[in-house]
């Protein structure tokens, strides 16, 4: 397994990029370019990315390309089509976004963002098969050589869980475009499913495991509150079984980067690789 996160320490070129990485016991990265960038830049920091060890994670192409807005939808699809290049020139496991919301939270807004929240029609008749001619359009415009597309998992559109992703991948059909993000603290969204993370874990290697090119590390707690809610947390500090998925994750490929997000500063993030390297370390799994 890789273990990588953002890096808060400044950077000037690919070099001190690299080394920032290094000092922090990171072994992967975020893509440290956006789309546009010159084939030089992307050479540069491939480049530097293979001499310092590092695997290059993901490229974010978060988006909204089901957006019932046309305009946001066309500039999505293009924004999601040239980051997948991106990831592809440069190396990258995956480019990663969600499917997108079909409406805005706010049903008095057509402008109000809703790009990745809750809206009935993420669930209408016909949005599983815009999901699947969406991302065949992104990934037949690219036509990847080593890089995949990938959705995360969200709680409150497709792919939500290990069964709706699988179903994706078929309909889909694009096996040497189309992959999984796994995280799967964004599936967590019952009671049920929080005090049997494991199995739902266990559950996303068993369907999904050859197709899993990246994942996430965050960590999900249970409010003891009306009605059900839950809050992403630091991992270490939720009940997100940490053992189960690093053992899933060590078992399906050595080099699988697991990359820790969303947290506040850079003591949050070295007090959650300090969790991560801990379970592993407690189970005699060892970090590439």
């Not at 909204?64 to 997948?84: D, G, M």
């Not at 969200?154 to 991948?169: G, H, Q, T």
Request: hydrophobic share 40%; charged share 20%.
């Amino acid at each position: 397994m890789r273990l990588g996160g953002p890096v808060f320490e400044k950077w000037t070129d690919p070099a001190s990029w690299a080394a920032a990485h290094q000092r922090l016991g990171y072994s992967a990265a975020y893509c440290p370019l956006r789309p546009g960038a010159s084939a030089e830049e992307i050479a540069a920091f491939a480049g530097a990315a293979q001499a310092a060890g590092l695997v290059i994670s993901e490229v974010g192409a978060w988006s909204n390309p089901l957006s019932p807005i046309e305009s946001v939808r066309h500039r999505s699809i293009a924004h999601c089509q040239a980051s997948l290049a991106l990831a592809d020139e440069i190396g990258a496991q995956t480019c990663v976004t969600i499917s997108g919301a079909r409406g805005p939270q706010d049903e008095a807004s057509l402008t109000a963002p809703g790009w990745d929240g809750p809206h009935p029609d993420n669930y209408a008749a016909d949005t599983f098969d815009l999901i699947v001619e969406t991302t065949r359009q992104i990934i037949d415009a690219v036509q990847p050589r080593r890089a995949c597309f990938a959705l995360e998992t969200m709680p409150w559109m497709y792919p939500d869980s290990p069964e709706s992703y699988l179903e994706l991948l078929h309909a889909i059909d694009r096996p040497q475009g189309f992959g999984v993000h796994l995280d799967p603290v964004n599936m967590v969204s019952s009671p049920q499913l929080y005090f049997n993370n494991a199995q739902l874990i266990r559950t996303c290697f068993e369907l999904l495991g050859p197709h899993i090119k990246s994942c996430h590390a965050k960590d999900v707690r249970l409010a003891g509150k009306l009605t059900v809610h839950v809050d992403e947390v630091c991992p270490g500090d939720g009940a997100l079984d940490y053992p189960t998925y690093l053992e899933e994750a060590a078992k399906l490929n050595p080099d699988l980067p697991i990359m820790l997000e969303h947290l506040q500063s850079a003591q949050d993030y070295d007090r959650a690789a300090a969790h991560l390297r801990g379970v592993a370390n407690a189970l005699n799994l060892e970090w590439s």
